[in-house]
């Protein structure tokens, strides 16, 4: 007779029967870094509960976290800025583009070695066992499959995965309603994989017309998780509790103040600049120096976005080379993004010298971000 086991509540807001999987100890101490491989999805149809942005969605971008990649280096430079210990590949299905999944993957353990988890998503259209085969000898160490609980023929494609030495999950969002064909679809992984995740349903910009039309809303207005979900998963655990499977169940908690939260800290120690000051949340607080025509506004990130990069780096640059001589400002303090393009510096000298600044037809300001790629503004203090 099979022993009862408990439902343990972790210190990272999630539930566990049994133990996680190698690539969710990583990732909810925020060692993961996040390929995003590409927003083409083999889907006929988008899922209604799909959260990918429509920055992403249908798109053939890659994204290494925050930050769109312009080449394959740029992958190296964010897992290293994140000081990574691992990839989560995700979609889109990235079995549309194996070929670029395999060639990251062999990449990624050339640079970091053997150790270095890499983990996958994907759905059951496009699963054969050659395909599989090409991952496996690339040196993916994880597969978790995501089925659709209305296509039960497609369920079998899992048991392929077992052919080879790795780790094979089934991840699936806990929809509300949904019980009976969960249980159905568990009934048949539980002696084909080892692990089960469940994930919060959550709401998105790209989603939530989608679930309020099929009368999903959230739990509470602190939280982006769906009212139900979190009932029904932890229904599911109790029902899996005398089972062999391990199961972690994901809170939207645990993605935001674990996995999230401590990634985004890691980064803030590795790039922030010594004007910055580090927040205890892991947002930077920084003296800005902005162009009048690239301030904070409306669509200011498609502005920055379509400006012409190398135009607008020159200018900063002897921009910055003035405030030096005008200013008497210590080159040390100056410092030009390229990225945003603008001028950082620190708190006390923006402000000290806001007057001045504005004089040369700047605009000065304190802002706190966050210390990803695409610089997210928490808040913006124009002096």
Request: proline share 4%; net charge positive; with cysteine.
């Amino acid at each position: 007779m099979a022993t009862k086991r408990q439902i343990r509540k972790t210190s990272y807001f999630s539930y566990l029967v049994g133990k996680p999987a190698k690539g969710c100890q990583l990732c909810v101490k925020g060692f993961k870094l996040v390929l995003f491989i590409t927003g083409i999805c083999s889907q006929n149809q988008r899922c209604f509960y799909c959260p990918v942005s429509e920055q992403k969605s249908g798109k053939d971008v890659i994204f290494a976290n925050e930050w769109k990649i312009a080449s394959p280096k740029d992958i190296i430079k964010e897992a290293e800025l994140t000081d990574a210990k691992g990839a989560g590949i995700t979609g889109g299905d990235p079995l549309v583009k194996l070929d670029r999944v395999v060639r990251y993957i062999k990449m990624l353990k050339k640079r970091f070695g053997k150790k270095f988890h890499i983990h996958l998503y994907t759905p059951l259209n496009l699963v054969t066992e050659a395909k599989l085969k090409r991952l496996y000898q690339a040196g993916l160490d994880e597969i978790r499959f995501h089925p659709m609980l209305d296509k039960p023929k497609e369920w079998k494609r899992i048991e392929l995965a077992k052919k080879f030495k790795w780790d094979v999950g089934v991840e699936i969002p806990v929809i509300p309603g949904k019980k009976r064909e969960t249980i159905k679809l568990i009934d048949f992984i539980k002696d084909k994989v080892d692990f089960l995740n469940l994930n919060e349903l959550e709401i998105s910009d790209t989603n939530v017309n989608k679930l309020v039309e099929r009368g999903f809303k959230p739990k509470n207005k602190f939280s982006y998780g769906v009212k139900g979900s979190e009932k029904l998963a932890k229904e599911l655990l109790n029902c899996l509790k005398k089972s062999k499977l391990n199961i972690h169940y994901c809170t939207t908690t645990t993605k935001d103040k674990a996995q999230l939260a401590k990634r985004i800290k890691r980064r803030a120690v590795n790039v922030a600049l010594k004007t910055d000051f580090i927040t205890t949340e892991g947002t930077l607080v920084r003296g800005v120096i902005y162009l009048p025509e690239l301030k904070p506004d409306f669509g200011y990130g498609l502005q920055v976005e379509s400006a012409d990069n190398r135009k607008y780096v020159i200018k900063l640059k002897k921009i910055k080379r003035r405030l030096q001589n005008q200013l008497k400002i210590p080159a040390g303090l100056l410092h030009v993004d390229s990225v945003r393009l603008r001028i950082l510096t620190s708190i006390a000298l923006v402000d000290d010298l806001k007057d001045e600044i504005k004089k040369l037809h700047l605009v000065p300001a304190i802002v706190e971000e966050y210390p990803t790629w695409d610089a997210l503004e928490v808040d913006v203090q124009f002096l």
